[in-house]
T-cell receptor, first 114, second 112 residues
């Protein structure tokens, strides 16, 4: 079972709102990822957690705040977003961060900022 | 030079024919290579991975890797309309920066 579950599937939020995207996996994976994907573009890495510690932050603006409460959960807290932040946000996981481990994606959360 | 390059397409292939998707990468130290399929409005789905030079076959799919030429390809035999999607090539970079780098994707259309 290679399942990464993301909620909500769709989210519309105003620029002054605070919301969160949630991600869960029960595959025992120790690396979890947030990617952002705009239309007709490839996924862009935002954050990587390895063994519940933030390992990579790709210079993401502070209005995006990741959190890894435990090895199965990953959150992305959103605050004061801009319309250009509207995109598909993909959570993913892999066994660990070693080169070659397959990354499995969730179905994504479609975010619209109005 | 982009780290991972793909022809954006669209690539149109008749049903039943072989679709050939190509990808080149710039980092000679890259060791792991992945092909993802992404339907419109959906998330990427892993199709194949390959680590060693040569061919790797899985059903109608064959991944080919040539590290000397820094080239990886995906062949889809007996193409079906359901194969119409964007195919993303992804490469793991090494040297302490373990992150997956994606190409821009090739849009494939299978014509019935």
């Amino acid at each position: 079972d290679t399942e990464v579950t993301q909620t909500p599937k769709h989210l519309v939020m105003g620029m002054t709102n605070k919301k969160s995207l949630k991600c869960e996996q029960h595959m025992g994976h120790r690396a979890m990822y947030w990617y952002k994907q705009k239309a007709k573009k490839p996924p862009e890495l935002m954050f990587v957690y390895s063994y519940e510690k933030l390992s990579i932050n790709e210079s993401v603006p502070s209005r995006f705040s990741p959190e890894c409460p435990n090895s199965s959960l990953l959150n992305l807290h959103l605050h004061a977003l801009q319309p250009e932040d509207s995109a598909l946000y993909l959570c993913a996981s892999s066994q660990d961060m070693s080169s070659g481990n397959t990354i499995y994606f969730g179905e994504g959360s479609w975010l619209t900022v109005v | 030079q982009k780290e991972v390059e793909q022809n954006s397409g669209p690539l149109s292939v008749p049903e039943g024919a072989i679709a050939s998707l190509n990808c080149t990468y710039s980092d000679r130290g890259s060791q792991s290579f992945f092909w993802y399929r992404q339907y419109s409005g959906k998330s990427p789905e892993l199709i194949m991975f390959i680590y060693s030079n040569g061919d790797k076959e899985d059903g109608r799919f064959t991944a080919q890797l040539n590290k000397a030429s820094q080239y990886v390809s995906l062949l889809i035999r007996d193409s079906q309309p359901s194969d119409s999607a964007t195919y993303l090539c992804a490469v793991y970079r090494n040297f302490g920066n373990e992150k997956l780098t994606f190409g821009t994707g090739t849009r494939l259309t299978i014509i019935p």
